[in-house]
């Protein structure tokens, strides 16, 4: 029954979009954030029926088809929605986490001048991530995929009477699409050897190929490009920090839970592909592991509350892209789900703690807010320990998944993951306590107006509290005497790719043990690391102006990484326009284009000279003529 | 009376009553008015038209018989497209138009629309020579409109327009006498052309004298030093017909008059051309990063566009000839947009230097809306209008060739970069004095840009009756030249 | 009439071309080395002549009378352009105080 009104689902929000945006300057601003809530509220109910539909019923995956979009010879695009185990979860997410994060918006956004343009801007990413999350192909998938790009857009530029504001809203929407560009060709390419977009017919052909097929790997590299973009993994990261410009709501929805991770679905979602690519696969697994790394070296030594996030969610984005890579597609997956919850929860905390202090986002000016915002203290701690990977909550199971598959592959894989969960421990630690532990920093004026947030803030903080102790249960595996409810679930859409794996030895239980506690220590120890510096003795960052040890200064700069772009693609294309506008345009082409012009005008400037007005001279001209045509005439005879 | 002469000379008719009126502000109304019974006629075509007919509606009269030359006009699947884009975007462009106080607007509209009778004779005919009548009647009147109307530096820049684009349409003459003279049956009808049998070498001159003109028109680089310069000296008026119709006779008559005219020619330099089409692709956008100049800009934008379209033609597919198609309603109604936003603010803040601007979109909130959406359509972004025509036109382009595909596809890259970056100079940021006091959009400017907006969303979420319409003739022509290519050698 | 051609064809055509060559050349010469425009017009006066001269000549010779009639025909239009040419040449004679050819170069560039 749910499933028939899947329409639905995108529809709502796009309605919800089009009501506040058309009744910006008319509708109250209650009307506005409630219409924007509810529509996504619906959303999330038909979502939730068809979970429920899908979950007892013996067919995994229905394609329920529109109408058609584009015909031209033997390319035929439907507009068309599938509905299996992997979508259906997806829309919980970003229905479920949209629909906090819109209450949570009501009260985050109330004093904002532009509250109808955000709830609209809301509703239309909603839409367009729907549409990602919902396309029974390749290309209505991108259509949401360049759509949030749009709405991202739109949102790191929302308060766009900063120049910083406007330019790193720019920055998201070219890198997303120098990502875009590789997908659309991967989409080319399928099209040239499947003679079709659909999901199902794709995989249904896929599956009866053998491995390493060279345009295989060309697809699947092409399509990770795209993922690359979409995800912030190197070398398209540097757009996610930048994107913290965007008021809060947007970053805990768009830059941490749903957008960013749409990479992640993509790949997930075209697994048999990927599995057939093992050459494309290790690629996914270096850079993920490195994004991994290197987002948590920069993460570190940040002081702004939100960029130590952010840099956090490329982290684990790279963690999940590490999943993938060593075929552990249910693990990402499970990563991407926990990650939604603890992140989103962490964004809003921030959102939480920088609407207390009045705006300021600079972790310096902060600390000892543990007494004021008792329950934002309480929300942020408990995600500050599922992320750091710490048992029984969410992060742990995901990223143990990841961490133990990592071993499968390659144990140096390992390694570098364990070291990465260190680190995010200790930035997560740090950050929580420069915020909370010790005495106020700030100004007299911001001590004055702490608070604890309206209830419409805080309400979501604790449901996602509550999300994130105990959203780990759901992938709870074997050999912690669960059953694995995830894999199960997502089995129909992994299955193909399983069987082209020869499953090398299963981890005895030993192991595992061993990898966990390995994991798990770790974590503890930079947690407690952290506690240390930054809790019990007080440490507090420099200041801006202040010396730091190279590689700390290294960090603080994000390895000069922009710079770097900025040296090596912006200014020589900048220059290369100029170069191509005043000297090829202007002076070469236009200058041979004028040429003949000047050769006609300098020709007749040469001739006139024969008209010198002497009659004398004509008369004898015409007569030397003369004489010249008889001679030439006798000649001739 | 053949319901396809009153499409064509319709206007021409209007043209007069409306040179007669003069001075008097009526003018523009009864223009307005007379290019909306051209629309209308062109729906009651439309819904007569069956788009797997073949050419309908045809005429065929003798004329200059001892030249071998008859009035012969009609209508297939690839006409009816560009008829549309004709009649739909004078009404459009005239009413844009009406925040102007054009001097003498008698002369003015009458002016377009005479050029508009030249358009559509050029989209129709069926014979070369009527094609080339055509093809220089659509520039006298837009000379004159950019002679008299334009800016400060009109005069010079449009004897170089002029010139350029006569000394290519009088080479493409050249070969249009050729090409009769090697008919069987001595006549310019396009059908003997088509079936005139020229050795390779002969098609491969045939080719180039026929490209040159359309490559002017179009333009394709390097061919397109005048365009920059004309787009910004001409009444915004002005550009929007040059950019938004004008161009398209070059796409159209590469895809009527040069492929299937000269097969062997086109195998021969195809691959040039396509190379050159890239080249203009990057180039023009790589230029249009740096842009202080917004209608300059444009220009450029609009150079790398075409030069998108020009590929998938010369790809000579599928999906790229219906790329093409589309592509041509659609950068139409953008690059009309397009200027026509632009000349909102160039008019109000009087002048074209971003540096100038900046923070408009806290004082028009309603007008940096709908700039943002023909913005959209232009880089496209799915579900607007250029999304369907980059997506079949690099769909096209890579079924030729995947690096090909790849560098055209910067195009997607560069446009957004260029696009965004005007954006934010323009509507974004701090607004100083001026732009502080600029006025939101007022009722007809509301109009114009709800139109436009609607067209480019319309086209983007519902693109196949569009399709529709000109695949049969798209595949017949495809099938014939690549017929004809196979005879001879394997291509 | 028979014996004005027999006494014209007593003499022998060569004599009628080298005549008028001769005449012919002291017009030319004439036209390239005078400056005086008055002078220079009766040079061309006398190239015309010299023209006419072999015109009647050979008509005769030939016994055509159409030559003759070209004659007429050109005397006519000598008469004309003589009247034409003089009006000119007063009118330069009035406005630069000089017949010198030299003085109109004024159709230059």
């Known amino acids: 029954m749910f499933t028939h009104l899947v329409w639905l689902i995108p529809l709502l929000p796009l309605i919800g ?75 919980l997410i970003v229905t479920g986490i949209g629909f906090l994060i819109h209450v949570y918006s009501i009260g985050y956004m109330h004093h904002d001048s532009g509250f109808a343009k955000f709830f609209a801007y809301l509703n239309l990413f909603v839409f367009f991530m729907l549409l990602l999350v919902l396309g029974s192909n390749y290309v209505v998938m991108f259509i949401g995929w360049e759509g949030v790009g749009l709405c991202s857009y739109l949102l790191i530029g929302f308060w766009y009477s ?69 995800s912030a993994q190197i070398p398209l990261f540097t757009w996610l920090p930048d994107a913290m410009a965007g008021p809060t709501p947007v970053s805990a929805l768009i830059h941490a839970a749903t957008m960013v991770t749409a990479g992640i679905y993509m790949i997930a979602r075209s697994n048999i592909l990927f599995t057939l690519a093992p050459f494309t696969l290790n690629i996914i697994s270096i ?7 290197l987002a948590a070296t920069i993460a570190i030594t940040q002081t702004d509350i939100k960029k130590v996030l952010a840099y956090s969610t490329v982290s684990q984005l790279g963690y999940m892209f590490l999943g993938l890579g060593v075929g552990a597609y249910t693990g990402a997956f499970f990563h991407v789900i926990t990650h939604a919850f603890f992140k989103a929860l962490l964004f809003l905390g921030a959102g939480s703690v920088i609407h207390a202090v009045s705006n300021e986002q600079d972790m310096r000016s902060m600390g000892g807010l543990r007494s004021k915002l008792k329950i934002t203290y309480a929300t942020m701690l408990i995600g500050t320990i599922a992320i750091s990977g710490i048992p029984p909550f969410a992060g742990f199971f995901s990223k143990d998944e990841i961490l133990a598959h990592a071993y499968e592959h390659n144990k140096l894989l390992w390694v570098l993951g364990v070291v990465g969960a260190m680190f995010t421990a200790f930035y997560m630690f740090r950050m929580l306590f420069l915020t909370f532990s010790g005495k106020f920093r700030g100004t007299k004026e911001q001590e004055e107006h702490l608070h604890e947030s309206p209830g419409s803030m805080t309400f979501p903080l604790i449901v996602l509290a509550i999300l994130s102790i105990v959203g780990g249960f759901i992938g709870v595996p074997e050999v912690l005497h669960g059953n694995h409810w995830l894999a199960r679930f997502l089995e129909p859409v992994f299955y193909a790719s399983s069987t082209k794996v020869h499953e090398t030895a299963v981890l005895d239980h030993n192991t595992e043990y061993v990898l966990m506690a390995v994991s798990v220590i770790g974590a503890v120890m930079a947690a407690i690391i952290a506690y240390v510096r930054y809790s019990k003795n007080g440490h507090v960052p420099v200041p801006d102006t202040a010396d730091r040890g190279a590689l700390a200064n290294l960090s603080y700069n994000k390895y000069y990484i922009d710079e770097l772009y900025d040296f090596v693609i912006a200014k020589p294309l900048n220059l290369l326009s100029g170069f191509f506008y005043r000297i090829v345009d202007k002076t070469l082409i236009d200058g041979i284009v004028n040429g003949f012009g000047k050769v006609a005008s300098e020709a007749s400037k040469g001739l006139r000279l024969l008209q010198t007005g002497n009659i004398g001279f004509y008369i004898f001209m015409m007569i030397a003529g003369i004489v010249a045509l008889l001679a030439y005439g006798f000649l001739n005879i | 009376m053949e319901i396809i002469l009153l499409l064509i000379f319709l206007p021409v008719v209007g043209a007069a009553i409306v040179g007669l009126l003069g001075k008097l502000e009526l003018a523009k109304t009864v223009a307005f008015i007379w290019s909306l019974f051209s629309l209308g006629l062109t729906a009651y075509l439309l819904s007569e038209f069956d788009p797997g007919a073949g050419t309908q509606f045809t005429v065929d009269y ?179 017909l040059l950019s938004g119709i004008m161009l398209k006779m070059g796409i159209y008559g590469a895809i009527r008059w040069l492929i299937p005219v000269a097969p062997l020619g086109f195998a021969h330099w195809g691959p040039t051309v396509l190379v050159l089409s890239i080249i203009g692709i990057v180039y023009a956008s790589i230029i249009a990063f740096t842009q202080k100049d917004v209608k300059r800009l444009v220009a450029y934008s609009s150079i790398g566009h075409v030069g998108l379209i020009a590929a998938g033609i010369f790809v000579w597919n599928l999906n790229g000839l219906q790329g093409a198609m589309i592509q041509m309603i659609s950068h139409g109604v953008n690059v009309v947009g397009m200027f026509f936003i632009l000349d909102i603010i160039i008019r109000r803040l009087d002048t074209r230097d971003t540096d100038k601007m900046g923070g408009i979109a806290k004082s028009a909130p309603t007008f940096a809306i709908g700039f943002l959406i023909v913005l959209l359509g232009t880089v496209a972004l799915p579900l607007t209008n250029g999304f369907i025509g980059e997506f079949l036109l690099l769909m096209g382009v890579y079924n030729y060739n995947i690096y090909a595909a790849a560098i055209a596809g910067l195009t997607i890259i560069f446009g957004a970069v260029y696009m965004l970056r005007m954006y934010q100079r323009v509507m974004l940021g701090d607004a100083n004095e001026a732009t ?56 | 009439m028979e014996s004005v051609i027999q006494s014209i064809q007593g003499v022998p055509l060569n004599h009628y071309i080298l005549f008028s060559a001769i005449i012919f050349t002291i017009g030319v010469i004439g036209v390239l080395i005078r400056r005086n425009a008055i002078v220079i017009f009766m ?27 070209f004659v007429f025909f050109i005397m006519a239009l000598a008469a004309a352009e003589v009247a034409v040419g003089l009006a000119i040449i007063v009118m330069i004679y009035r406005n630069t105080n000089s017949t010198d050819i030299n003085v109109l170069n004024r159709l230059k560039w």
């Open chain 1, 162 to 230: 900063n120049p910083s504001y406007a330019s790193a809203a720019k920055k998201a929407f070219v890198m997303n699409r120098i990502g875009d560009l590789g997908f659309l060709i991967g989409i080319f390419l399928i099209f040239s050897m499947f003679k079709s977009l659909e999901f199902s017919t794709v995989f249904s052909q896929a599956a009866n190929l053998a491995p390493n097929n060279n345009i295989i790997v060309l697809i699947t590299i092409l399509l990770f490009i795209g993922a690359t973009g979409k």
């Open chain 3, 43 to 69: 040079s061309v006066e006398l190239m015309l002549n010299a023209v006419n001269l072999l015109l009647t000549a050979f008509s005769a010779y030939r016994g055509d009378a159409s030559g003759q009639v």
């Open chain 2, 62 to 240: 003798p004329w200059f018989l001892s030249m071998g030359s008859r009035f012969n006009v009609g209508i297939d699947g690839i006409s009816m497209i560009l008829v549309l884009l004709t009649n739909g975007l004078i009404p459009l462009i005239i009413l844009a138009s009406f925040n102007h106080e054009y001097k003498n607007p008698g002369a003015f509209y009458g002016l377009i629309l005479f050029m508009q009778t030249g358009l559509l004779l050029v989209f129709t005919a069926l014979d070369a020579f009527l094609f080339y009548v055509g093809w220089e009647a659509a520039l006298i009147p837009i000379y004159f409109i950019c002679a008299i109307w334009g800016g400060p530096n009109r005069i010079k820049v449009n004897i170089k327009f002029f010139i350029y684009t006569v000394a290519g349409s009088l080479i493409m003459l050249v070969g249009m006498i050729y090409m009769a003279q090697q008919t069987a049956d001595k006549t310019y009808d396009l059908q003997s052309f088509y079936q005139a049998s020229l050795s390779a070498g002969a098609q491969s001159w045939v080719f180039l004298a026929f490209f040159l003109a359309f490559a002017i028109k179009m333009p394709v680089f390097p061919f397109h030093t005048w365009q920059p310069d004309t787009y910004t000296e001409a009444p915004t008026t002005g550009t929007m």
């Open chain 1, 17 to 91: 979009f089009l009501i506040n945006g058309l009744g910006r300057n008319v509708l109250p601003k209650s009307a506005v954030g409630f219409i924007g809530s509810v529509m996504v509220l619906l959303s999330f109910i038909v979502s939730i029926g068809i979970f429920t539909e899908l979950n007892d019923s013996a067919v995994k995956s229905v394609v329920y088809p529109l109408f058609d979009w584009i015909q031209v010879g033997d390319l035929k695009i439907s507009f068309s929605f599938q509905v299996d185990p992997l979508s259906s979860l997806m829309l």
């Open chain 2, 436 to 491: 502080l006091a600029f006025r939101d959009i007022n009722a007809n400017e509301k109009v114009v840009l709800f139109i436009i907006c609607g067209l480019v969303i319309l086209i983007g979420i519902y693109p196949n009756p569009i399709l529709n319409i000109s695949e049969p003739a798209a595949k017949s022509l495809i099938d014939l030249v690549n017929g004809k290519i196979g005879n001879v050698s394997s291509f």
């Open chain 1, 287 to 293: 850079i993920g592991i490195a994004t991994a790394l």
